[in-house]
Structure formats: C-alpha cells, structure tokens
C-alpha cells in the first residue's frame, strides 16, 4: 500500500540521497579503498532497524526453508549465465578466462569462502531487506520495487571505475530482488548472489569488480 503524498515524497528523496548521493561522494572521497568495512557497518544498523521495525517479518532475514523450491530455478538461470559469460570471456578477453584460479589459487580458495559471508549478506540485507521494507511505500511491493532495488544495486558499483561492474550489477540486482520479492527469504536470495560473485571471480570477470580497477 503506498503513503501518503508527504510521506512518500520525503521516502523518494531519502532514497535518492542515500543510494546515489552518499554512493557519488563516496566515489569522489573513498575510491579506491576497501568497501567491506562499510559494508558490514551498514548491515548491522539494517539489522538493528529491521528488528525494531514492527510490520518487518524477522523470519525473512533467513528462511531457509525457501531455497529447495527455488533450485531449479536458480540453477538453471545460473546456468546459462555462466555459458555465456564464459564464452563471452574466452572470445573477448581470453587472457582473463580462469586467471585468479590458476596464477592465485590460494586467494581463489579464499575469496570463494569469505566472500558469501563479508559481503553477499550485508549487500542483501541493505539492497534487498532494508529497501523493500524501508520503500514499499514509495515503489509498491510489484516491479517498481524490484526496479528500484536493482538500480541502487547497480549504482553503487560506481567507485570500481568501469561500466561493466554497474552493468553486471544492475541485472544481478533485478535477478535478485526479484527473488527475494518471491521468497521473502535472505538465505535463498544470498545463495544465489554468492553462486553470481563465485562465477565472476572465477571465470575472470573480477578485475572489474576489484575497487578502482579499470581493465586495459
């Protein structure tokens, strides 16, 4: 149900400020650095907002039970996406293909650990948790939600400095709010994420997504 008139407005400004203002200054400011630190900063003050928030359903910041169903879906999608990015890779940019399993594959090893749990959940819990709860108001709970989601998702990976991470991000981000607009489930929707960010690392599209790295 939307707000009224006021309310929304004030919503639509905050979200603007928030997801493109403060991710533009950030740019200007901090590119370059590590976003892992705020990453997990801002999460845990979702978390904090969220449990305070009374019409927020707390199951959904897990639910695991959501993902069996899910499956087949994602594994399909998936699917396809990493036979095409592989071959667009392997034609256009073959020295990439598989470069950080191959010359690293300690830092492989560990980015395909830590990387579901320093970054895929706190993403989630702010891009798709804190956005559908804090701006239903404003976008609805239908497709303009799942745009608004997939936009600020795709804009905030301005500071690595090229177009193909905002890209990538941006149809990562409708997949996934899209998802979690099924679902109402943070595990089956950070699942899937982490399966997109292990593919990019792996088949060598990470350069793009290394902060402030723009590929020759």
Do not use: K
Request: net charge positive.
């Amino acid at each position: 149900m939307l707000a009224a008139p006021p309310i929304r407005l004030y919503l639509a400004v905050e979200y603007t400020v928030l997801f493109f203002g403060l991710v533009v200054l950030y740019t200007l400011l901090f590119q370059g650095t590590s976003p892992i630190p705020v990453l997990l900063v801002l999460g845990a003050a979702v978390v904090m907002y969220l449990l305070r928030s009374p019409a927020f359903d707390r199951s959904a910041l897990w639910r695991p039970d959501a993902l069996p169903g899910q499956l087949r879906s994602i594994g399909l999608l998936w699917g396809v996406t990493a036979v095409g990015a592989g071959a667009v890779v392997a034609i256009a940019r073959p020295e990439l293909l598989f470069t950080l399993p191959r010359e690293e594959p300690l830092t492989w090893a560990l980015v395909m650990v830590l990387y579901p749990l320093a970054s895929v959940y706190p993403q989630e819990l702010i891009f798709r948790a804190f956005l559908f709860q804090r701006y239903a108001p404003v976008f609805g709970e239908g497709h303009g939600m799942v745009g608004a989601s997939a936009a600020a998702f795709g804009f905030v990976h301005l500071p690595f400095g090229n177009w193909i991470a905002i890209v990538l991000s941006l149809a990562g981000g409708w997949i996934f709010a899209s998802r979690y607009r099924r679902t109402r489930s943070l595990f089956t929707v950070s699942f899937e994420h982490a399966l997109y960010g292990m593919l990019i690392f792996t088949i060598g599209l990470g350069l793009y997504f290394y902060h402030g790295a723009v590929p020759g």
